[in-house]
């Protein structure tokens, strides 16, 4: 009973740590993308003004 509340528990651990992960090197990405288009916007800045 017990080995099977352990396996379950690390499985948990495993898929959190998982998730964690790929919602940081998302968030990054992510913001890496942003930085990239706002830089863009920036350097055609006199195009855009009306």
């Known amino acids: 009973m017990m080995e099977r509340i ?3 528990m690390k499985s948990v651990g495993v898929w959190n ?3 964690g992960i790929l919602l940081i ?3 990054i990405v992510t913001g890496v993308m ?3 288009n ?3 916007l920036l350097k055609k800045k006199s195009d ?3």
């Open 6 to 8: 352990y396996k379950t």
């Open 17 to 19: 740590l998982v998730m």
């Open 25 to 27: 090197v998302s968030g």
């Open 34 to 36: 942003l930085i990239l």
């Open 38 to 40: 706002g830089g863009k």
């Open 48 to 50: 855009l003004l009306f």
